[in-house]
């Protein structure tokens, strides 16, 4: 699956504004900070959004190495509910022709954590105001969620 223009766009825009205004935009905003792992192996490398659950701004964003995340204050949420959404492309060992650079080949890469954790998140977190700003995920793949049987 290629990755896609809209996609590398939306997530360099989230990341650009990230580091914009910062604390002196007005906006009360609080530090965040925790591990994310997938089937109980930390996320080597992805990225974290905390989106307002009204809508709205700040977004705030931060890259996840080791299964470790912080947003510091002057980027971070502001407090409230927020929705989270992770992301972590891994390579799938193919590669096809750069449109860009000719006789070039680019690494095909694949989302590897469900949809329920980014495009349909389900994963929720409330930013308190000067309190403590830790949040752990762990979640899990798809063929690690045990399918209902009937009786």
């Known amino acids: 699956m290629r990755i896609t ?3 590398t766009l939306a997530v360099t825009v989230v990341f650009a504004m990230a580091g914009c205004g910062g604390a002196s935009d007005g906006i ?15 996320i ?5 959004t905390f989106v307002p659950a009204g809508g709205g ?5 931060a890259i996840i190495e080791n299964g470790r995340y912080t947003v510091e204050r002057a980027n971070g949420p502001s407090p409230g509910p927020q929705r989270i959404n ?10 096809f ?15 590897s954590i469900p949809d329920r954790y ?23 793949s798809e063929k690690s969620v045990p399918k209902s049987t009937r009786r």
């Open 5 to 7: 223009f809209a996609r």
């Open 28 to 42: 009360n905003r609080e530090p965040v900070s925790g591990e994310v792992t997938l089937d109980g192996q930390p």
């Open 44 to 48: 080597s490398q992805g990225e974290i």
């Open 57 to 61: 701004e700040p977004v705030a964003a």
């Open 86 to 95: 992770v992301w972590s492309k891994k390579p799938t060992g193919k590669k």
């Open 97 to 111: 022709p750069s449109d860009v650079e000719p006789g070039t080949f680019i690494e095909e890469t694949r989302e």
């Open 118 to 140: 980014n495009l349909k998140s389900e994963l929720k977190a409330e930013v308190k105001e000067g309190g403590d700003n830790r949040f752990d995920f762990t979640l899990q």
